[in-house]
Each structure stands twice: as C-alpha cells, then as structure tokens.
C-alpha cells in the first residue's frame, strides 16, 4: 500500500498489516505519514496502534506525545483504550505513580471499570496485579500482551462414552 493513495487507503492497510503482525509494513506506513498522505488517527485503536509500536520501537516519548495530541479528541468511553495503554506503558517503564495519576483521571473521564479497578490497585501498592485484560479484545489486539488461554475441561470417567455412538 502505497501512502499516496490517500489516508483512508493507509488507514486500512495499517489495521491490515497489524492483524497479519506484519510490524515491519506498519512501521513503514507510519513514518510516511504525514498531515495527507498517512493513516487517519480519528478512531483510538489506530492511535493504539501507533503508540504501541512507538513503544515496542523503543520510542515510549513518541508514544506519550501521541498520547497527549490525540486524547483530547477522543470523549467518554472513546478514549479508554488509550489510557490503558498508556497506563501499561507507564507500569511497564516501573512509574506506577504516574500510571495512579493517569488512572485517577481516566475513571472520572470514561467511568470504565477496568481503568478503575486498576486506579484500585496502584492506589492499594498492588502493581503486580494490574492488569488490562477488562479491556478485552481491543487490548490483546495490540499484541503487547498475550490473552489467557482458554480452560479445559476436564473429562470424567475413561472417555469412552458407554453408549456406544
């Protein structure tokens, strides 16, 4: 995908090439960008996506730059995912106080239980237990995180049912 084609085509191709985990494609795609060539950043999982490959490039400044230009388009329960994220960037980088104060500002902002069980448990000194998984299938869509796998069940008896089918 070419970034000439114009930011609706980029923004496809970004979520395109970061469902197939084709990181190096993205990564090309956003430093391309510019004002109206590269990927529209007007839904928060494209700035996720985004801030989570300047993080995982090293670039956690980029990523809080990002952060603070973008948050205040996104109202409500629309910038959750972005204070997630940067709420795990900012425990991953061991400043859990600035993750609190993040989290302090983003439950009264989205009302969202995930953001204000983690406010919770930084308040509490319970950082390993923090934990973005509430956020679902957005989160674990960055791929920063692996989603728990799922139970198995258990099988009683020898496993041969004794009916015969």
Known sequence: MDPADGPADCHYAL???????????????????GAFTGPL???PMTVAMKMARQYK????????????RRIKWFRGNRGTL????????????????KARTLLLKAKDVTSDETLAHNWELLSNCKDKQFSNAG???EWYGLYLENPPAPKQQKMRGNGRSGRGF
């Open 41 to 43: 950043m007007m839904e």
């Open 57 to 68: 490039n090293g670039d956690v400044a980029g990523a809080e730059k990002t952060f603070k």
């Open 15 to 33: 979520q395109f090439y970061y469902q197939l985990k084709d990181f190096a494609a993205v990564d090309q795609l956003l430093a391309d960008g």
């Open 135 to 137: 956020l679902g299938e």
């Open 82 to 97: 972005l204070y997630g994220l940067m709420s795990w960037i900012d425990m991953q980088q061991g400043e859990s106080e």
